[in-house]
């Protein structure tokens, strides 16, 4: 039996009578169903990121409004989005992107400038005790 450089061959776990491996496409090809043999993903559209039997590769995951492309799609990972300059995903809710802070009341000292995964953080100046300084979100939109 020969062996693709784009398919790989495993054990099952409980194999088919008369069979003792099981085919499996590598990253960023998928499983022709016709033919068996294993097809390439298209970069920048479609993407398979482990070993897998899928009849089809997964699409690209598109950006949502108010986030820019970290890295692209490619055949073997989908797109790495963030937030754009000046917002942050918060912990309390990483499904969309929130607007940095710009200010702070006095006596807050700046300790880190906002990032796409945090907001500005501040301390006393007093005491040194570690706050974030948090606008009150009233909505979002997405542009």
């Known amino acids: 039996m020969s062996v693709r450089k784009d398919e790989i061959h495993q054990q099952s776990s409980a194999p088919l009578e008369g ?16 033919s068996g043999g294993c097809a390439p993903c298209t970069d920048g559209t479609d993407y398979t990121s482990h070993s897998n039997t899928l009849p089809s590769c997964l699409p690209c995951t598109p950006c949502k409004s108010g986030e820019e ?4 799609c490619t055949p073997t990972k989908d797109t790495e989005c963030q937030c754009k300059p000046g917002t942050f995903r918060g912990e309390d809710a990483p499904e969309f992107c929130q607007k940095c802070s710009t ?3 006095d006596g807050k000292v700046m300790v ?3 990032t796409p995964w945090s907001n500005v953080k501040r301390v006393d100046q ?6 974030e300084c948090w606008h009150k979100v009233i909505g979002f939109s997405s542009i």
Do not use: R, V
């Open 126 to 131: 007093e005491s040194g005790l570690f706050h």
């Open 112 to 114: 880190t400038d906002c």
């Open 69 to 72: 492309e970290e890295n692209l």
């Open 19 to 34: 069979s003792l491996q099981q085919k499996l496409c590598l990253p960023g090809f998928y499983m022709e169903e016709a």
């Open 103 to 105: 200010g702070c009341p």
